[in-house]
């Protein structure tokens, strides 16, 4: 087995230890640990989605810093669709646009060869102003995506109301996870995306389409990442707000950091902050801790923080990140 594989199995492992940590804590000690459970898958698949958007591009070699944009953009589209053509109509519309952006995002970095951190960050801040200038208050769902029974696993305690009694846009993110994970390590295409994102030069040599590789690769994650903010404003709370995606973009970037850029992974790694962020409400709405709501805000961006510091030393991002390629 390679050393990169070990470690990460290893962090995965790792992670994998603290959601268990958490889960037996939350048993023993008397707290709603379906509740938190539940909490947990709901805040990590909008953030899983946006993760596999990071790691689509990056694996190609395009540093995506548009993915608040791009999840914003899905958000407000999303929703504004559905209140008028119905639900089904606002997600695909919602992936349609983040489709758009990064599409927008691979002609900046590999056609037009901009700073891929400047183009993101000029993404994010042109979404902020769009639908913030475009929002209208007053609109409302008639109803948000409802919720799927898998029946007998639903049934199971603490895991079962949590995974399989979800709405659809969770599921289809788990099946994602596992497609791209198949996809990236087992299949040509994930061989070829991989030697973009590690040499493209080499790449390019065998006849590897470069710029067809991180084009398709940006349109796909952007699509991703469009969706997850679909879920956000369908699945997770039936309404859009200004700025709601409340920088769970740049969230999404640590969690590609800490998942070693591999899908099942970066899952892990969201549940994980979902997990302990439910744990700290709950224990908050209990009363077992007295903070003001602030505090309890402030935790994904501190646990950020704690990620970074633990894991960005540690791992080797595909090394033609943020490299632009030009042909010889």
Not at 231 to 257: D, P, Q
Request: with cysteine; proline share 5%.
């Amino acid at each position: 087995m390679s050393g990169g594989r070990r470690r990460t199995r290893r962090g995965v492992a790792t992670v994998a230890a603290v959601l268990a940590l958490v889960v037996v804590a939350s048993v023993v000690w008397g707290f709603r640990a379906t509740a938190v459970a539940g909490f947990g898958v709901r805040y990590a698949t909008p953030l899983t989605l946006a993760a596999l958007c990071g790691v689509l591009c990056e694996r190609t070699g395009v540093i995506d810093i548009g993915i608040e944009g791009q999840m914003l953009l899905g958000a407000f589209v999303g929703f504004f669709a559905a209140t008028t053509w119905g639900l089904t109509v606002g997600v695909v519309l919602a992936v349609a646009v983040g489709a758009v952006s990064g599409l927008f995002l691979a002609l900046c970095a590999v056609t037009l060869q901009v700073d891929q951190i400047i183009a993101g960050t000029a993404l994010n801040i042109a979404a902020l102003g769009a639908t913030s200038f475009l929002y209208r208050p007053g609109r409302s769902l008639s109803g948000v995506v409802p919720n799927l029974e898998i029946p007998v696993l639903s049934d199971l305690p603490l895991v079962g109301p949590a995974l399989f009694s979800s709405a659809p846009l969770t599921y289809a993110t788990v099946v994602l996870v596992v497609l791209l994970q198949v996809a990236l390590f087992r299949t040509r295409w994930g061989l070829r995306t991989r030697a973009v994102g590690e040499h493209p030069g080499a790449a390019d040599t065998v006849g590897v389409d470069v710029t067809r590789y991180r084009y398709g690769n940006g349109v796909l994650g952007g699509s991703l990442a469009g969706l997850g903010g679909a879920v956000l404003s369908l699945e997770a709370t039936g309404t859009f707000e200004r700025g709601m995606t409340a920088g769970r973009g740049f969230l999404a970037l640590a969690i590609v950091i800490m998942g070693r850029w591999r899908p099942v992974a970066v899952w892990v790694a969201a549940l994980s902050f979902g997990v302990l962020n439910g744990l700290v409400n709950q224990l908050n709405f209990d009363k077992v801790i007295d903070v003001p709501p602030q505090f309890v805000a402030m935790v994904p961006y501190v646990l950020t923080i704690v990620a970074l510091a633990l894991f960005a030393g540690r791992v080797r991002p595909p090394a033609a990140a943020g490299k632009p390629y030009v042909p010889e």
